[in-house]
C-alpha cells in the first residue's frame, strides 16, 4: 500500500467521522460553494474506499484543503 498515496484520503475519513457526518451528508456540504465541477456520489464514495480496491480514488491536495475548510470548523473534539 502506498501510504502517501492515501494519506489524504485518511485525512478526509478522519474529518467527516469527527463531523459526525454521513457520507451523503458529507457529501453535500462539501459540494456547497465549491468553486469547481461538483463531486457525484460514486466519486465521493471511491474516496472512502481501501486503497486497494478497484473504486479507490486517490483526494488531491486541492480537494483536501477545501474538505479542512468546510468539516474543519465541525469537528466535535474542538
Request: with cysteine.
Amino acid at each position: 500500500m502506498n501510504t502517501k498515496r492515501s494519506a489524504n484520503n485518511d485525512r478526509l475519513r478522519e474529518l467527516v467521522r469527527g463531523a459526525g457526518l454521513t457520507q451523503p451528508a458529507s457529501l453535500l456540504l462539501f459540494n456547497h460553494g465549491i468553486n469547481v465541477r461538483t463531486l457525484s456520489l460514486s466519486a465521493w464514495k471511491g474516496y472512502f474506499c481501501d486503497v486497494e480496491s478497484k473504486r479507490f480514488r486517490v483526494f488531491s491536495d486541492e480537494l483536501l484543503a477545501h474538505a479542512e475548510k468546510v468539516f474543519g470548523p465541525l469537528q466535535k473534539d474542538n
